[in-house]
């Protein structure tokens, strides 16, 4: 049950996100395009209440308690940025605005980039964690935490790993490719040196 409110809550949030959209950029409605983005936390609210009601209701605690906190972690710290980036891409190929500008691709400005990123996974890790102990000690000493405690360590991991892939830009920057006329003028004023 679960898992089918988990891709219930994925599929509801592109829907809202695309009416949503639809309604501010082809209708030009702004204000009750922002009352159906203020619905998205809702989807994530049932979900958490569903999982509580159902390790209350006696179900042994599992993998899908566990994908569904990583779920609501993932929405609380992508959610905004993911938002934000399709109301631009949407405000441009419908509402006439300006092309979004796309992320740094190298040097330090690239690295930035990524270290925001990983802010944002590390927000996710957190609140999913949070969640993770609460069902812990919602369920007590009666209950089988060990999934739950399995997904803690998936959540710590994947944030520590996104923070090592984010160090790299950091300690490796990624360097701007030299123009190819640049190359060969170098090359003729050597040849006309000789």
Known sequence: MIVALIIACEVGFWVL????LAVRYLL???RASTVLLLCEPVLELVLFVVTAIDLKNGAEPSWEHGVAALYIGFTVGYGHYMISR???WAAHRLGGGPKPVGPPKYGLARARYEGKLWARTVVAAGVA???LQLA??????DGNVDSLRSFQWIALRVAGIHG???LTYTIWPKKEPKPKGEDRGTVVKERAGR
Request: no cysteine; charged share 25%.
């Open 17 to 20: 996100l695309a009416l949503a």
């Open 28 to 30: 030009k409605k702004r």
């Open 86 to 88: 399709l109301d631009a």
């Open 129 to 131: 964690l949070a969640l």
């Open 136 to 141: 812990v000690w919602y369920v007590g000493d």
């Open 164 to 166: 090592l892939i984010a």
